[in-house]
């Protein structure tokens, strides 16, 4: 057993060692500043990406992931509501409820709103 | 039409037996309600009804402690008396720091509503930790719990300390959840379900990889609990995160969040109980690193807030001897020590952490030890209260705080751990010296500094220290009944004898 894993181990050591200096020894060396540049689908990059972003983001961000939630839960419920009854259905109104508390909260916040 | 298409409801659905946390969440959710729709800056109702859903909660909870043990929803949830009374214990601290919020939040211009919601939600995320078998029912009342807790670590949003602390909470919390779940993870590859009674059939079955599996997830549960408990050496977030949030708030991590992650402990070590000569040995140097470290690192300490988060750490070590004397002689031992000492714990600090609240000031805020000078002319009634606060922290004769150390004590020697019951002893004596200190910085010391805060002691925060001197104070007078219905009735008559000879 122990000894299997220290064989594991050094071969996955070797393995990888191993294939980074074969490529190294085979590829090409031809440095470009482009080719260090980041790629996002095609646009050009106009500004380091640690820049400052606007916090209300962030707000956006959990609000759509509580809504995208609800809606992912919401379409199974409604295609198997027929073999669940209605227990399950009262349940999920529960479900949209508290959600529906949460929303009313964060209107009431301005977290709806964009600048402040 | 079959009579399951109109309503399928559960079979084992017991609505009263999960009542206590149904009441919790859905007053925090009538609180909110409540917050959005008040007149400015007026918690009045927000307040009102927190602690009416809390009472409601705490006596349904109370009244099903004598009941038999019962499984809810295919043992998502476990009713029975330890996890009855957890929940009393979570919903008394809960209300206890909600008491004194009002006063001190307002003091420090920071009285934001939606702390109580957060709170009565945290509250919930204990009562499940304490009621559940099942690993993910666990975790979700775990996380329920920490992520209120870390958004009330920051609520006083223009104080960097209070930043600095949810941050630190926040990330350490996540570091110590990716623990709990990897584990939990490996449980089930190692058991095929979530349920923790698999334990016992997996680990006697002499399956050897499922073997290994099942200790390599135990043991990576339990150093995700140890620091949510705050055990040595996974402690170093406690005097940070204390020191920087609000002071209500670090009365309820010291108490609430405290009592919560014992009882799931409790759960799981309950379970990996035919396990326990794998687990005793290094719970065993843990318990006496915890006391050790906590006590000796409180004797430098200048901030009453870190002074007492340094404590409750030392106090950590106690429960866990509590908790290794309980399940290395489970027949000897009954749970009645380690739950008589959590509620002589919650009383004790929180109200503690109530007379430091006195210190509140908008901005930032001192917590210094010298903040507390004068305390005796500018409050009598929370200096006299500090003083028995003490006294029963350090576990002198005459206060709860000495009960509990004496059983955990007695357990101990029950059940043949000697070292750790020598250390526990030791380790009260030295916490003399910087218990002390808090009194003599309340009545005797006089270095005040100009800016000393001078903030009047409010009703509630009153009300708050009244009601934790008379459970110090109560639990110690009425502890033969007391044990007797945290232990249940079998066991209440050998927890009786011992007791009177300590009148």
Redo the contacts between chains.
């Keep these: 057993m122990l000894i299997a894993l220290i064989v594991f181990v050094a071969v996955g050591i070797l393995f990888m060692g191993a294939t980074f200096l074969l490529s190294r020894l085979l590829r090409p060396h031809r440095p470009n500043p482009v080719k260090l540049q980041s790629y996002e689908c095609g646009p050009e990059p106009f500004s380091d990406a640690w820049r400052q972003m606007n916090l209300h983001y962030y707000v956006f961000a959990i609000l759509f992931v509580l809504f995208d939630v609800e809606a992912a839960f919401l379409f199974p419920v409604a295609l198997a509501l027929g073999k669940l009854g209605w227990f399950a259905f009262f349940e999920v109104l529960l479900f949209v409820g508290l959600l529906l508390v949460g929303w009313y909260y964060a209107k009431r916040v301005g977290g709806m709103e964009w600048e402040r | 039409m079959p009579d399951?298409?109109?309503?399928?409801?559960p079979q084992d659905l017991d609505w009263f037996a999960l009542g206590p946390i149904i009441v919790v969440v859905a007053t925090g959710?009538v609180a909110?309600?409540v917050e959005?729709l008040r007149h400015k800056r007026n918690n009045a109702y927000v307040v009102g009804v927190s602690v009416v859903g809390l009472l409601v909660a705490g006596a349904m909870a109370a009244s099903q402690a004598g009941e038999p043990a019962k499984e809810i929803l295919a043992g998502t949830f476990l009713r029975d008396r330890f996890g009855c009374v957890v929940q009393v214990l979570m919903v008394a601290a809960c209300l206890l720091s909600v008491l004194f919020s009002e006063g001190y939040l307002r003091q420090k211009r920071i009285a934001y509503g939606e702390a109580y919601p957060l709170m009565l939600w945290a509250t919930a995320g204990g009562m499940v930790m304490a009621t559940s078998r099942n690993l993910v029912t666990l975790f979700v009342g775990l996380e329920l719990l920490s992520v209120s807790l870390y958004v009330l670590a920051g609520l006083s949003r223009t104080e960097a300390k209070s930043e600095e602390s949810a941050l630190k909470y926040f990330l350490l919390g996540a570091f110590a959840s990716a623990f709990l779940l990897y584990g939990i993870a490996l449980f089930y590859g190692a058991t095929g379900s979530l349920h923790l009674g698999r334990v016992a059939e997996v680990w006697t079955s002499g399956f050897e990889t499922g073997r290994s599996l099942l200790a390599v997830g135990m043991a990576l549960i339990l150093i995700g609990l140890s620091f949510k408990s705050a055990f040595v050496p996974f402690h170093q977030w406690t005097p940070d995160v204390y020191q920087g949030a609000p002071t209500n708030i670090a009365a309820f991590m010291a108490a609430g969040s405290k009592v919560a992650a014992v009882a799931m402990l409790y759960r799981v070590l309950d379970a990996a109980q035919p396990m326990v000569a794998l687990w005793l040995p290094p719970l065993f140097w843990v318990a006496i690193l915890t006391m050790v470290v906590g006590n000796l690192a409180a004797l430098v300490q200048k901030d009453a807030k870190r002074l007492l988060a340094y404590s409750s750490i030392s106090h950590a070590g106690y429960l866990l001897v509590a908790l290794l004397a309980r399940f290395k002689a489970p027949d000897v031992v009954s749970d009645a020590a380690l739950l008589y000492y959590l509620a002589s714990y919650s009383f004790m600090t929180i109200g503690a952490f109530a007379v430091i609240s006195v210190a509140a000031r908008a901005g930032r805020e001192s917590t210094g030890l010298s903040a507390l000078n004068g305390l005796w002319q500018r409050s009598p009634f929370a200096a006299v209260a500090l003083l028995l606060f003490v006294w029963s922290l350090i576990g002198v004769p005459g206060a709860s705080g000495f009960v509990g150390k004496l059983l955990i004590f007695r357990d101990a020697l029950a059940a043949d751990l000697v070292p750790l019951a020598i250390v526990l002893a030791v380790a009260s004596v030295v916490s003399v010296a910087y218990y002390l200190a808090l009194v003599r910085a309340a009545w005797v010391a006089d270095e005040s500094e100009a800016d000393a805060a001078v903030a009047p002691l409010n009703a509630g925060s009153g009300l708050a220290l009244g009601i934790c001197a008379a459970g110090v104070l109560g639990l110690f007078v009425f502890v033969g009944p007391l044990l007797g219905w945290m232990a249940g009735p079998r066991s209440a008559e050998a927890e009786r004898a011992p007791i009177v000879r300590q009148g």
């Design positions: 399951r298409f109109l309503f399928p409801i959710l909110l309600i959005m």
